[in-house]
């Protein structure tokens, strides 16, 4: 069975900095690799999406990088700002997860002004 | 453009009460959709799914049931509820897996 692992499970940084929250999943035949934002009490927000093949991806300040061989993915946050405080999330899909999105337990992500 | 509603916000229900948990899809045509669980501290469980009308699938056996009446409209059931069910449900869509699963803003639901 699919194992999705989001370590560390809480960071907080001060403002500014660059930072990378990591994804690791224990069955590297995954079709995907999402990425989402989850704020206090509300719903998921879509980041990134990394498909198949597409080691990159890449939105504003943020880059998720993917490697099924070794399954691990990065998510990298360059210049945080306060904003950027949130629960972050990764899912994969694949054979393994009966083909439905299989969820972390998340990073919680604290910026410090 | 698409967008997902989800309805109601908040929810305080009994034991022992019914429930009803409505989800509606606008802007595409024969989405996937999903029903999501979040308890306090743990990770999404995906609870059902469904491919097309009427159909549905459960990935937990539990105090909970689903129907899809419309192309568009996914619901989410009870027929007596238990403390166990309070968490936060989460519905989602998605046109194939190649393109991610968009989520609604979610429903917090507390059974008293």
């Known amino acids: 069975k699919q194992e999705v692992t989001q370590i560390p499970a809480a960071l907080s940084v001060p403002e500014g900095e660059n930072l990378v929250l990591n994804c690791s999943f224990t069955d590297s035949a995954i079709y995907n690799l999402q990425w989402f934002r989850q704020d206090p009490g509300k719903g998921l927000t879509s980041l990134l999406l990394n498909q198949s093949s597409q080691r990159e991806q890449t939105s504003g300040r943020l880059n998720a990088s993917l490697d099924k061989s070794s399954g691990r993915s990065t998510l990298y946050i360059a210049a945080s700002q306060p904003g950027d405080s949130a629960t972050y999330l990764c899912a994969v899909i694949g054979p393994g997860t009966g083909n439905q999105f299989y969820f972390g337990t998340g990073t919680s992500l604290t910026v410090i002004p | 453009s698409q967008t997902i509603h989800q309805w109601p916000a908040t929810l305080v229900q009994p034991v022992g009460s019914p429930l009803s948990l409505e989800c509606t899809v606008e802007?595409?045509?024969?989405?996937?959709l999903y029903w999501y669980r979040q308890a306090a501290g743990r990770g999404l469980q995906l609870l059902f799914y469904s491919v097309g009308i009427g159909q549905i699938s459960s990935e937990v056996p539990q105090n909970l049931s689903a129907s899809r009446p419309q192309d568009r409209q996914f619901i989410l059931s009870s027929k007596k509820l238990l403390l166990s069910d309070s968490g936060f449900y989460l519905c989602?869509?998605?046109?194939?897996?190649?393109?991610?699963?968009?989520f609604g803003s979610g429903t917090r639901l507390t059974v008293v």
């Open positions: 802007g595409t045509s024969n989405p996937n």
């Open positions: 989602a869509w998605s046109t194939g897996q190649d393109y991610g699963y968009t």
